[in-house]
């Protein structure tokens, strides 16, 4: 079983900058895959970000590259998402979530309960 608890959500003004923690437990975590999505209000959940624990690889959605940087710390099995030059489009319920896929499609099947990023214009 894997759990994960996202914080560090809140509101925050455009241009500004917010860090999300992902704070991560379970078996055999380093083969597996983090990932960040979000929810806007009347939207369908969007994928933001991932990277893997072993080696380190990331990848980002369009929206999140050049702004948003994620991140891991294996000693605190912890992931980090860094949200800078913020727009009140980022606005939204921020996920973590964990892909168990260990080659071939994402399968992402364990999930935080989310926390609210609020960017005010």
């Known amino acids: 079983q894997v759990q994960v608890v996202e914080s560090g959500g809140g509101l925050v003004q455009a241009g500004g900058s917010l860090r999300l923690s992902c704070a991560a437990s379970?078996?055999?975590?380093?083969?597996?895959?983090m990932g960040w999505f979000r929810q806007a209000p009347g939207k369908e959940r969007e994928f933001v970000a991932a990277i893997r624990w072993s080696g380190g690889s990331t990848s980002y959605a369009d929206s999140a590259k050049g702004r948003f940087t994620i991140s891991r710390d294996n000693a605190k099995n912890t992931v980090y998402l860094q949200m800078n030059s913020l727009k009140p489009e980022d606005t939204a319920v921020y996920y973590c979530?964990?892909?168990?896929?260990?080659?071939?499609?994402?399968?992402?099947?364990?999930w935080g309960q989310g926390t609210q990023v609020t960017v005010s214009s």
């Open positions: 979530a964990v892909d168990t896929t260990i080659v071939g499609r994402p399968s992402w099947d364990y």
């Open positions: 379970g078996r055999t975590l380093r083969s597996y895959r």
